[in-house]
């Protein structure tokens, strides 16, 4: 029995790792710009594709290089193309209608299509069949008594937490942070103090959806099959996290995508399985309904 | 601009007269997943309907009541979702004006589309089915493959006998209605023949889920002799992995659902060395399967799983009811009863998954076979079983 709860935080440690990463992504550009951004948990899927096909291509090439080497390769390569993808997305979709002075609402519309240009994109593009991904870590299982844990959950559960502590680091302690910070108290007065306000939404696009592509990696290693909408249900219950955590602020992010993946798994580890986002939501609006804008959150004027 | 505009022209009177001339057709629909969850099943259904087609209309058609018609298949895709399902078999039937139609092949579409089907009249015939409510008390709707309830006490049989197996425990998705039902069926015998309880640890998950730990964290606490999972491949391959992350290095055992070419892309090393209970062992079969298999092959460059040769057999009772009518008037209503009529009579039709008899409720009575996954990768023939 204690076993098996200890073996459950484990899971949840795991599970909630990837919720935290993508709330993340939400929290940065929500800070930035409050532009809920519903293409991140598409981005994580293209991450997650773009690793799949790094890793196959630099497999293909050359055979004999061991599983960690390969990674090393991957990780940087899949963090760079993700977050061109992402500056991409800001760059077509979102830099137009905010120079045009739109509505937060129809950026947000605008967001939503993205996501879904994106899926069915990559439907049309490969086919709806599924992807397998390599394995390039061997996989080791680690047994104390009825308790698992394998190299990769471990290392799942670390990034999590180095990714959380460098982006503190980046928006509490550098100078760009304290610009992205400025732009969310005022973004019309900001360009004024002569901060480049483009290039730093840019830098904030960066960061989001290069952890996203991290993501992305890091869960196709866990669960090696990839398919166009894997990002889309991750997607929405990371965003949850974020506004439960409280949208904006990098600790609710973290916090929060560990709380929802420890409710998943505790729910479904005591009741069946359906009753896992009755339960689930159930808690957080609880949450919600206690304290409004979050754990860390702050009240906004106007939020969406 | 004038000029290009008379070419058209010209063309499309061209495509007109040809569609004239090629009126004597016979339209058949497919109600298949070619997107969604299990996009591989809907491949190889496609695939096989083509190859039974081109064999056909190369022959100048099929010969009805002295007459040959061309055969027509369409393609419709249900993204293997059960209201998509029921709009597919509905455009099928209204707007294609289909005479049957062959699918869908999951349970989880089959069983709505069934309804739909009955309703309106047109004989539907589902390849891969084995959910009972398929075609109960539904006189339109038949099928090409074996029972749940027969393939339940099989794996449960197997299991005792090849894993020396007193306990049991399941994983199942919730929400498809061949997964629930097979799981269950597998719950109440497996406790009948061993007493209750011996059903563990019977868990569930929704079929869009990747994390199984919380499911399987209860089940490996249960320390069953095996697990058994009537899940889809796709599935299969998650469920196994995370499984011996967690520690389990017990058997597993599975259903058809897991006979598929892309399982072992998906699942590698993990799922080599189990078993599962299916429609037919493509490793060592002889006669007309072998011949079928080897054309597939040739043709598409992979060998084709149980639901390709359940779709052939399936297309080809339709296509033997339609030639038993002895003759189609060209009225959609009265050749779809007739259809239906015909093929309700058939009273054995050898097909290259086994020879089906078909009892009243429009369901076959044939053989299972468990297939070892080797470690190359194949599905090896172990054991038949036959009611």
């Excluded at chain 2, 076959?364 to 070892?372: G, M, T």
């Amino acid at each position: 029995m204690l076993a098996s709860i200890i073996q459950n935080l484990f899971n949840a440690f795991q599970w909630g790792s990837f919720y935290s990463l993508i709330a993340l992504g939400y929290t940065l550009v929500y800070g930035v710009l409050r532009l809920i951004n519903f293409a991140h948990g598409d981005i994580f899927m293209v991450g997650a594709y773009i690793a799949f096909f790094i890793a196959t291509a630099i497999l293909g090439m050359a055979m004999s290089l061991p599983g960690w080497m390969v990674l090393a390769m991957v990780i940087p390569a899949t963090m760079i193309l993700t977050a061109l993808v992402g500056v991409s997305l800001e760059r077509i979709a979102y830099r137009p209608l905010r120079r045009k002075g739109a509505h937060r609402l129809y950026v947000v519309i605008t967001a939503l299509m993205c996501g879904l240009v994106l899926e069915n994109g990559n439907l049309a593009l490969l086919g709806a069949s599924r992807k397998s991904f390599p394995e390039l870590v061997d996989k080791v299982v680690y047994s104390i008594g009825d308790v698992s844990m394998t190299n990769l959950k471990i290392g799942v559960v670390l990034s999590a937490v180095l990714v959380f502590i460098f982006l503190q680091f980046i928006v509490t302690k550098t100078k760009i942070g304290m610009a992205m910070r400025a732009i969310s108290y005022d973004k019309f007065a900001v360009p004024l103090m002569g901060i480049p306000i483009d290039t730093v939404i840019v830098f904030t696009f960066i960061l989001g959806s290069s952890f996203a592509g991290l993501a992305g990696l890091l869960f196709a290693l866990s669960y090696p099959i990839l398919d166009p909408y894997m990002g889309a249900m991750v997607g929405w219950k990371a965003f949850i996290a974020a506004v439960v955590g409280g949208i904006g602020d990098i600790r609710g992010a973290f916090l929060g995508g560990f709380l929802l993946g420890f409710v998943e798994i505790l729910v479904v580890a005591v009741f069946p399985s359906t009753y896992r986002d009755l339960i689930a939501f159930a808690i957080l609006m609880v949450i919600l309904c206690i304290k409004p804008t979050g754990m860390f959150g702050v009240a906004g004027t106007t939020k969406i | 601009m004038k000029k290009f505009a008379r070419v058209f022209l010209a063309l499309v009177c061209v495509l007109l007269f040809a569609a004239a001339a090629g009126a004597e057709t016979i339209k058949i629909g497919f109600n298949i997943p070619l997107t969604g969850d299990i996009p591989k099943v809907g491949e190889e259904s496609k695939f096989a309907g083509e190859m039974l087609k081109e064999d056909i209309n190369s022959q100048g058609g099929l010969e009805v009541g002295g007459k040959k018609y061309m055969l027509e298949f369409i393609y419709e895709d249900n993204e293997s979702k059960a209201e998509s399902a029921v709009a597919a078999a509905l455009k099928l039937i209204e707007r294609d004006g289909v005479l049957a139609i062959v699918g869908p092949n999951s349970s989880k579409q089959a069983v709505p589309a069934g309804q739909v089907c009955d309703d309106n009249q047109t004989p539907m015939i589902s390849p891969w089915s084995t959910n009972p409510d398929t075609t109960k008390d539904r006189p339109w709707v038949f099928r090409a493959a074996f029972l749940d309830p027969f393939q339940g006490p099989v794996a449960v049989d197997f299991a005792m006998e090849q894993f020396k197996a007193k306990t049991a425990a399941v994983l199942y998705a919730l929400d498809n209605d061949y997964s629930k039902g097979l799981a269950e069926i597998f719950r109440d015998d497996f406790n009948a023949k061993n007493g209750a309880g011996a059903v563990k640890a019977f868990e569930s998950y929704s079929s869009k889920d990747q994390d199984f730990s919380a499911q399987l964290t209860t089940i490996l606490a249960a320390k069953p002799d095996f697990i058994f999972l009537p899940d889809n491949y796709n599935e299969v391959a998650l469920i196994v992995k995370q499984a011996h992350d967690l520690g389990w290095k017990g058997p597993f055992m599975g259903a058809d659902a897991w006979g598929n070419s892309e399982l072992m892309a998906l699942c590698g090393d993990d799922c080599k060395g189990q078993y599962f209970s299916t429609h037919y062992a493509a490793a060592g079969a002889t006669g007309d399967t072998k011949v079928f298999i080897d054309r597939y092959k040739a043709k598409y460059g992979y060998e084709p799983a149980d639901v390709a040769a359940l779709t052939w057999d399936a297309t080809r009772l339709v296509l033997q009811a339609i030639q038993n009518t002895g003759g189609l008037t060209g009225k959609e209503r009265a050749d779809r009863k007739a259809i239906r009529d015909a093929m309700a009579a058939i009273p054995e039709f050898p097909g290259i998954t086994g020879n089906m008899k078909f009892d009243e409720q429009g369901d076959p009575i044939k053989c299972a076979v468990v297939v070892k996954i080797s470690d190359q990768g194949e599905f090896v023939f172990t054991k038949s079983v036959c009611p």
